[in-house]
Structure formats: C-alpha cells, structure tokens
C-alpha cells in the first residue's frame, strides 16, 4: 500500500491498463482493495497533482481589440496619417480622419466578434464534485481534485465518471460513453483483461473520465488522472490545434499586400522623379525641402487613394447581416468570418450519432404474431408516430383491436415493465432518463399504451432480476390483470433458448422448428439493417413457485415478439445531402460507431454506395498518411475512430487543399471541430466543449440548416466579391488620376487627402453596404465550389475594375480640365479652356487678379471633379449589382437599400459643397469644396452617367464573365 520502491504510474502508457489484469493493476500502482493509506494519498497528490484540467487564460479584451488592427493595410495608413503630420503639421484634418477610420473599423470589429474560447471550463464543469474512495480500508468521500492513481473509486448509477479507471468489480454496470467514443448505445462493462491493440470504444474494463454511468455499480481503480486521461488529452490536443484561417482572410490579405505593395512602389516612384528632377535644377536648401515636402504629402494621397478604407468596415457589417440572417435559421455564428467560409466548403466531415442521426435509440421495427410492423416516429416523444403494416399505419381502431389480445397486452408489458427508464419532457423536449435503449422501449410503450408511470401504477412490481452479460436479459415479476406475470427482454439467441411457446393467430402455442425459423428470419432482417435486436417473452408465475432461483423463473417462456432498435437517420438529412452533392459538396461520415451500422446510416441517407469505401479505425491506425491521401477520394465513411483520428483525417484533406467543414456534438469532436475550417457544432445535443470549439452551432440540430447556411455564405461571397469590385474599381480610379493628372498633364491632383478619405468612407460606405444585402440572380447551390485559389478579385473583376477605372478617370479629369482646375498651374494670365477675361493690361499681366481667378476657378474645378467622382461611384454601384445581368433586368429600384444609399450619399454630398456658414464656419472647408452652379451639377451627372451606359453596353456585347 504506497511502499518506497513503487513502481511510477506514468511510465505505463495510457492505453495498456485495459490489457492488464487487476493483480497486474494492483501490482503497478502498488495497492490493493482496502485502496491507498492517507498518507501514501497525501503524497501522490503532491507527486501527481490535483485532479483537474489545465487551465488556459484567455487572452485580455485588448490585445483582442488590438488584433482588429493587424492588417497591410491598416499599417500604410498609418504611416500615411504619420506622413501627414510630419511633413505639414498645419494640416491635422488629414491624420484624424485617418485615425478615426481606423478607430471605427476596429472597435466595431471588436464589438460584432467574441473570440473567447471557452472550452477548457467547459470541460472542467463535467467533472463530478467529490467520489467516494477506499482509503486504509474505509470508504470515505473526498473532493474530485484529490482522486491520485492507486484510489479504489466507488461508481453508480447517474455519476460522472471523475478519473480514468480501470474497472475491478461490476453490478449490471454500463456506461454512456457517446460524448467521448461517439457510440450511441451504453456500453456494458466487464472485468476480464483484453487485447492490447484495442482501439478506445472497445475497451471494455475501463470507465473514463467524463463519461457517464447508466446502469448498476461498479469498483475501480483510478490509474489515470487530470490531463493524462483520455478526456485530458482531449483537452491537450484541443489547446493545441490551431483554427486556420478562412479563405476570406487569405484573400483579405494577399490583397492587403498587393495593394500596399503597388501604393509604396507609385509613391517611390512619383517621390524619387519628383525629388530627382528638383535636384537636378539645383534646388537646395529650404526649396529642396519644400519640394520633398510636397511629394511625401502626394505620397499619402497615394496610400490613402489606394487603400479601401471602408472596406474593413462594410465586410463586417456585410458579415454582421449575415450572421443575422444565419440567427433566424437556427445557426449561431461565432467566428465572424466564417460566415464566407460556408460558401467555399469542399467536404463536410460529419459525426453520426447525434448529427445524422437524431442520437436518441427508437424502436423501428416490432415482429408479433407472424407480423412484421415497421415503428414511425423517431427520437424520445412519445407522442409521435405509430405501428405501421405493409398496407400503412394502424388507425386506432386496428390498435385497438390488437390491445383487445391478451398476448399484444403481454408484449406492451415487456416494452413498459421489462425495464427501469422513463422519459420527461424537460421544457419542449423529450429527453430519456437511464439506459437509452430501454428508453426506447419506453417509448414504444407509450405510443402503444400509456405513459410509463400510469402503466407502472396499474401494474406495481413485485420482484426484479437485473440484466447481466451471462443470461442477457432483464426479467421482472409484476400484478398483471389479476395475476403474476413474469415479462422478460433481452437478447434474442440466448432468449429462444428458454422460450418453449410462442404466439400464432393470437394464441400461445408450441415453439416449432418452423416458427424458430421464421423468428430467425426476421432476426437476419433486422441484423441486415443493422438494428440491435431483442426478444420480448413472458409466463405466468404461480403462487406457490420458487422465485429466488431465476434460472428456474426465465425458463418455458412465451416468446411473444422481436423488436430492432436503431439511433435513426434525422428525417431532413437526405435531402440536405443531396442538396450538398449538388453544389458540388462531399459528406464524409466519421464516426465511433460501428462499421455496419454507420454502413447501414450511410446507404440510408445517401453517402454510401457500391463505389465508396468504408474504413475502419483499426485500419486506418495502420495507413500511413501517403495511403490515406490515395483513397481519401472514395472514402465515404470512417467507423471506430478515436478523437485523433478524427484530427487526422480532417488534417489530411486540408493538406490535399480541401475546404473542410466538421460538424459534431460530442467532446470527441471538438479537436477535429477547432481544426477544421468551420467547425459546425450542434446547439441541443451538443457538449458545451463542442460548441466552445466550433465557428457555428446549431441551434436546433437540423442538418439541413448547413445547406441554408452554405447558400448564404455563397451569397455572401458573391456580395463581396460586388463590393470589393466596386470599391476596388474607385481605388483604381482614384489612383489613376493621381498619376495622369500629376505625372502626365504636370496638374496639381484635382482631390485633398481629406476628400479621398471622404470619399472612400463616407460616399463608398453606403452603397457598397447595400450591394451586402443584394438578392442573387441565380441559384448559387445549383455551382460547385469556388476554387481555394481564386482570387479577390478574380481575374475578370481585375479586367472590370481596370475598365470602369478608366472611364471614371477620362471624365473626371474632363471635368476638371473644362473646368479650368488646369489654369492655376499654367503661365501667369493664361486662359482656360473655356477662355476667360483678359488680365493683360498695357502689354502687362495682372498677376494678383489673375491668380485669384486661378484659385476661384480650380476651387470650382476641384468640387466639379470631387462631385463627379462621386456621381461615379454612385453610377458605378447599379453596375456592380451584377457582372452578368443588366441593371434593367435586376430592377432599377428592386434592391431598396441601394436606392437609399444613393439618396445617402447624394445628400452627404449636398450637404458638403452647399452646407451653409454657421458661426463663421463651413463644413465645405473641412472638405476643401466650394458651392456648385445648376449648370455645373448638369454637367457632372451627365459625364458620370457614362459609365453606367459603358458598363450596359459591355454586359450586352460580353455578357458571360467568366470566374
């Protein structure tokens, strides 16, 4: 018990105790049945720690919020507003716009996407509170945290298992191990040392740590705690995946890159000719520095035309609407940008039990009397659903007349009384109390009879035999009908060896070779749909019989039915499915089940035929990663998989540049869940871990509710591809005539920094977050998925952008130029395009007068052109709606929002060149514009309005662009 030279736990690998036996056991940790002395306790509590999960501290909300601002082009905009208060400290308008732009777009980034992962809490909340141990020969209780290797534990009924334990005496004892293995029915627990090579479902004498016991007691010895356990490495390898980032935030920031990349090389280039060419006209000195000053500053408007300032802000609120229309599906997201991520999945990884599946074991088909009737309904409410015969579901007077049989009374008493579950309906839900497959029985009870308390009232319990994997079946004595009536259930094989009678034409009569042959017949139906089978028999009890001895008691019974039990398909499932593999998606079934009933799942809902594999994990344990990627193609289920399998295989498809979604509800799921690229966890059944783990949950478990979210993270995308060419396309624009009018035409830039940020903020905002919500013209499930390369913009958006870009260029600098915004930088009493007054007096240049009608005029010119611009941008929007189908066809006004972001902007624009002087202050001096006549706002519509009719007039001629 605890001596000196004990051998230490942790040098035997976690997965040999199964393969052990309890001396073997006792023999390693060096104690025995009376368990641990309290000092050798007190000791390998310091030696080993205390019994709980690590904790991982979440990061603090401001480097949270100071990761909104980790981005290319947040960093040239700084520099930018930097540049700017540098080099003309005058001029603050400039830096503080700039900051407040950022400001906006990362505290409302930080206040639409909570981050905080909550897994590890999650976990330690499965932990029971205290167990009761064996310490110097007493049974004592003591906190969870103080369970050491070498404690004997006592388990029961309804108990969290606190610790890995490998199991050294059993009472009828099974264990609900669903949230960490994925099998769906309790798991019967033996003694007896097994294989070593076992995979973690198959092991049979152990209980671990976060599962749940279901039935009967059980000893144990504790050989593995905290994080060394199963659900410890669970945990460990959850800490340790890291999510990878959705395509969307790739793109985001190859395009952070490129446009930062373009805006330094422009700015270089424009600032060395520039500071070149006044060197080499001998400028020095303070004319030098003027010089430079001036071509940083052009600089700046170079980075700010460049970078889509509001482009950060409209995906989020494009994102922020998403997750909002996903919230009325039942779908919670959790990860703001994985709402696009939806739109580019390849293959969806899903668990079974529970995600498939409705994770509730049903009865689905009842053999009586010769008859073979299927059961409806699926999952615990007992209000749904019936008998069903080959002609269609029994009315009630067909039940009726069937429960009119004393023998179809006898099998509703195996169903309600042959077991000790129930069901409650907790708030809208049905939900099993105890072993789920007598639940299941339970429940057919109940839709054949009455609930299970009334029928239990009417017929009390007189003695019980619990089951046990010797005899296979559970009996019990009840008052039936005025008499005592023995109604047994259990498994079939071994129940036909006791039953000597049966029922035919409502009769009990003797079991003949032929009537054994036609139960054995439906036995290989039901095993052939892979259901789990069960007899239900019964006989009378005499008064005077001896019913202590129970093999004398379950002997010359009535077989009187068979039932097959199964965890059914969600009835929405198929469909979803199909749905999926026409937008070009696969469905991959991993789960922890059995080979042949995920076989019998998969073929039922349609991911399973003749030309796909099924995998088993043992099989998949001896496949190196090379052999894996060979047959990842064809594999349609893994069955038996282990947590780390499941991690694997997600791996392992990313690796071969899948977008891979992995639904699940169990804690078993929730490192494939975190490594995926969108993890789907399920909001009901799901674990508080899973859905701590996952980038969705599902609200209401219904599968179908990913294809709605597919199609709506493929609208999304589709509207951001919209914007992003719409904005883009402004960027270009802007940036073009930067360079043609500064390094072609030698004009000075018609646009203030200010202006550019006006107008990639405030003018581009609205309407680029009215194309967010623009209803697609095509069915987007009806198209495989996006290439994970492609970029943003695709090619033909690049070409799009570079066509409208040049449009908005030509007439904005028209503008300009008929304007007179040229005249200022020509000789001294030079007239504009349009003529003008003659300043030449005597042969002599009125310089002064001239120069402030230079002014006037370029004041004028630089409003036209920032109007124009605008009107532009606006004109431009009706475009980008589509890049296939004609504004007129969509609807001029069919998007509303777009319609209200026009008369937005318009007004923000009114406001700003016609705004009137309030305490001596215009607000069109913050924005550099002056007001504007009616002839010239005719002008400026007029020029802007060619780029909707060049645009229409591309979408008839090349109408099909290609992505």
């Known amino acids: 018990m605890g001596g000196a030279d004990e051998p230490n736990p942790s040098g035997i690998r976690q997965q040999d105790w199964h393969s052990k036996s309890v001396d073997e056991v006792m023999s390693a940790l060096n104690t025995s049945k009376d368990g641990l002395s309290e000092s050798e306790a007190l000791k390998r509590a310091g030696e080993y720690g205390p019994n709980k999960l690590d904790e991982v501290a979440p990061p603090h909300w401001f480097w949270k919020l100071l990761d909104q601002f980790r981005d290319p082009m947040v960093y040239l905009l700084l520099a930018a507003a930097a540049i700017a208060f540098l080099f003309d400290p005058h001029d603050k308008t400039t830096p503080i716009f700039i900051v407040i732009a950022l400001s906006l777009n990362g505290v409302f980034g930080f206040m639409q996407e909570a981050k905080a992962e909550r897994a590890m809490d999650s976990l330690k909340e499965m932990l029971v509170g205290s167990s009761i141990v064996m310490r110097d020969g007493k049974d004592i209780r003591v906190t969870t945290e103080e369970l050491v290797p070498g404690d004997v534990v006592f388990l029961e009924e309804g108990m969290n298992i606190p610790a890995d334990v490998r199991l050294i005496e059993v009472n009828n004892f099974s264990v609900n191990e669903s949230t960490l293995t994925g099998e769906s029915s309790s798991v019967s627990k033996k003694i007896e040392s097994l294989d070593q090579d076992l995979m973690l479902a198959d092991r049979k004498n152990m209980a671990h740590m976060g599962t749940v016991v279901s039935t009967g007691r059980a000893i144990g010895i504790v050989v593995q705690t905290a994080m060394t356990t199963e659900l410890g490495r669970l945990a460990s390898d959850l800490a340790d995946v890291e999510t990878p980032k959705t395509p969307l935030e790739h793109k985001l920031e190859s395009l952070g890159r490129f446009l930062g990349y373009v805006a330094i090389f422009a700015a270089l280039l424009l600032v060395s000719l520039n500071l070149a060419e006044a060197y080499f006209n001998n400028l020095r000195g303070d004319e030098l520095w003027n010089v430079a000053s001036q071509q940083f500053l052009l600089a700046v408007a170079i980075f700010v035309a460049i970078v889509p300032e509001g482009l950060p802000i409209i995906l989020v609120i494009t994102l ?190 003797p079991m003949t070779r032929d009537l054994t042959k036609r139960v054995q017949a439906i036995n290989a139906d039901y095993a052939g749909n892979s259901l789990r089978i069960l007899g239900l028999a019964t006989r009378l009890i005499s008064e005077s019989e001896d019913i202590e001895n129970v093999e004398s008691v379950e002997s010359g019974l009535v077989l009187l039915g068979v039932i097959g039990i199964s965890d059914p398909p969600r009835s929405e499932v198929p469909e979803a499915i199909s749905t999926c593999h026409d937008a070009g998606i696969r469905v991959i079934m991993i789960t922890g089940d059995h080979k042949s009933t995920a076989e019998s799942i998969g073929e039922e809902i349609g991911i399973f035929g003749p030309d796909h594999l099924s995998i088993h994990g043992s099989e998949l344990r001896d496949m190196s990663d090379d052999e894996l990627d060979s047959v990842l193609d064809r594999v349609a289920i893994f069955s038996r998989t282990t947590p780390d399998q499941k991690l694997r295989i997600v791996s392992r498809l990313q690796h071969l540049g899948h977008v891979v979604a992995m639904t699940g509800d169990g804690d078993n799921d929730a490192p494939a869940l975190s490594k995926s690229n969108i993890g789907i966890a399920m909001g009901r059944a799901g674990t508080d871990v899973a859905r701590d783990a996952s980038d969705m949950v599902l609200q209401d478990d219904d599968f179908s509710s990913i294809v709605r979210a597919v199609d709506e993270g493929r609208r999304i995308y589709q509207n951001i591809r919209n914007f992003v060419r719409y904005q883009i396309s402004t960027n270009v624009a802007a940036v073009l005539l930067l360079l043609v009018t500064t390094m072609l035409m030698d004009w000075t830039f018609p646009f203030t920094v200010t202006q550019l940020l006006v107008i990639n903020i405030l003018m581009d905002g609205p309407p680029a977050v009215a194309l967010g919500v623009e209803q697609q013209s095509k069915d987007v499930m009806k198209e495989p998925p996006r290439p994970l390369d492609e970029t943003l913009p695709t090619s033909t958006d690049a070409l799009l952008i570079m066509f409208l870009g040049m449009v908005m260029v030509i007439g904005t600098a028209a503008v300009f130029y008929f304007a007179g915004g040229a005249i200022i930088d020509s000789a001294p009493c030079s007239t504009g395009p349009a003529g003008g007054d003659d300043y030449m007096v005597d042969g002599v240049c009125n310089e002064d007068a001239w120069s402030q009608n230079a002014e006037d005029q370029f004041a004028v010119a630089r409003t036209s052109a920032f109007a124009a611009f605008i009107f532009f941008q606006l004109m431009n929007v009706m475009n980008c709606r589509s890049s296939e189908v004609s504004a007129f066809r969509l609807g001029i006004t069919s998007n509303s929002w777009i319609t209200i972001s026009i008369l937005i902007s318009t007004s923000m624009l009114l406001f700003f060149v016609h705004a009137p002087e309030i305490a001596g202050f215009r607000i069109g001096e913050m924005v550099h514009t002056v007001p504007l006549k009616p002839l010239d706002w005719l002008v400026v519509l007029a020029v802007a309005s060619s780029v909707f009719v060049a645009e229409e007039m591309r979408k008839m001629l090349w109408p099909k662009a290609k992505k």
């Not at 990860?335 to 079974?352: H, N, P, Q």
């Not at 839900?429 to 009455?450: H, I, N």
């Not at 299970?452 to 994997?469: I, L, M, Q, S």
């Open 320 to 509: 922020s609407i998403g997750m909002r229309n996903m919230a009325r599906h039942r779908a919670i997201i959790r990860r703001m940008r994985a709402v696009e991520t939806l739109g580019s999945t390849t293959v969806i990884c899903s668990d079974k039990t529970g995600t498939l599946t409705t994770g509730e074991m049903t009865v689905r088909g009842l053999y009586y009397d010769g008859r073979a009737f299927q059961v409806t309904g699926r999952g615990f409410d007992p209000n749904q659903g019936g008998l069903k015969s080959n002609k269609g579901k029994l009315k009630e007077s067909e039940l009726a007349e069937l429960k009119a049989t004393l023998p179809f009374r006898w099998v509703i008493g195996s169903l309600l009384l042959a077991q000790n579950s129930n069901v409650r309906l907790v708030g809208k839900k049905w939900k099993g109390v105890g072993d789920p497959t007598d639940t299941a029985c339970a429940v057919l009870g109940w839709k054949l009879d009455s609930s299970v308390d009334e029928y239990r009232k009417r017929n009390p319990r007189f003695r019980e035999y619990p089951f046990d994997r010797t005899r296979k079946r559970m009996s019990a004595i009840h008052e039936f009908e005025g008499e005592r009536r023995l109604f047994v259930k259990g498994a079939l094989g071994d129940l036909l060896q006791v039953c000597d009678r049966t029922i035919v034409d409502g009769k009990v009569v």
